[in-house]
């Protein structure tokens, strides 16, 4: 199940270390699972489900807090495999604009966008444990409006010759995350021109911000600490998901 950080001292990504070169395994009982909870209501895609696809497993990783977790080792090299793997289960699935899908299962920041954009028309969501068994927390349908707004969230935008870069930043310790994704409102920005987004925060607001930009802009790139801008949804050939931008 998914975890959002809800404090500012808690970075937007799981940290992942960075592991290429995988492939599409076609595991007919994980096609299978997927198919299945797709079926059910609601409909749920899993994160560890994508992974085993992708031919790839946990690995025992110590957090700076000593603590030992087992984590997929994610890479931006994944991204158009993950795009294609959801998209093909999107078709297969036979949802449509007047769906929704639940993503279940924790990522680093820039997969989550890339995930939802290939459910486009299907809204999505994310499992939100923390709020009880059956929250979520909604991603598509943010609006775009002069300089943005959401509840205990500050918005920050400059313009750059290529691209415009949006960060956002919390207001308190502690947010309802709920409360925030219901009153956000993305940052106008110009449209035909990328957008780079960071900040320190619940990935959830990231990907949702990522979501209002899909279809006004070139590509939406999500920052990740370690690795730079990585491009998660993009419409552009010169930067295809999964590029990670010189900062």
Request: proline share 9%.
């Amino acid at each position: 199940m998914a975890e959002f950080p809800k404090g500012p001292d808690q970075p937007t990504t799981d940290q992942s270390d960075i592991k290429t070169e995988a492939t599409v395994t076609g595991d007919p009982s994980v096609s299978a699972r997927i198919t299945d909870l797709l079926k059910e209501d609601p409909h749920v895609i899993k994160i560890a489900d994508i992974a085993t696809q992708l031919g790839l497993e946990p690995v025992e990783k110590t957090l700076p807090n000593g603590r030992v977790v087992k984590q997929i080792q994610w890479s931006p090299d994944h991204l158009p495999q993950v795009f294609d793997l959801v998209n093909q289960a999107r078709e297969k699935s036979g949802l449509g604009k007047n769906d929704s899908v639940t993503i279940d299962g924790m990522c680093p920041t820039w997969l989550l966008p890339t995930i939802s954009h290939a459910w486009h028309p299907t809204s999505t969501a994310v499992k939100y444990p923390q709020g009880g068994p059956d929250a979520k927390l909604p991603l598509s349908g943010v609006l775009m409006e002069g300089e943005g707004s959401a509840e205990n969230v500050d918005f920050k935008v400059e313009e750059k010759d290529d691209y415009t870069v949006v960060e956002f930043s919390l207001t308190a310790p502690q947010i309802d995350i709920q409360r925030t994704l219901q009153t956000l409102v993305a940052p106008a920005v110009q449209e035909g021109k990328a957008v780079h987004i960071t900040g320190r925060g619940p990935i959830a607001i990231a990907a949702s911000l990522a979501e209002a930009y899909a279809h006004k802009i070139p590509y939406v790139a999500n920052f990740q600490p370690g690795v730079g801008f990585v491009v998660s949804i993009s419409h552009d050939d010169k930067h295809p998901i999964g590029t990670v931008l010189p900062q």
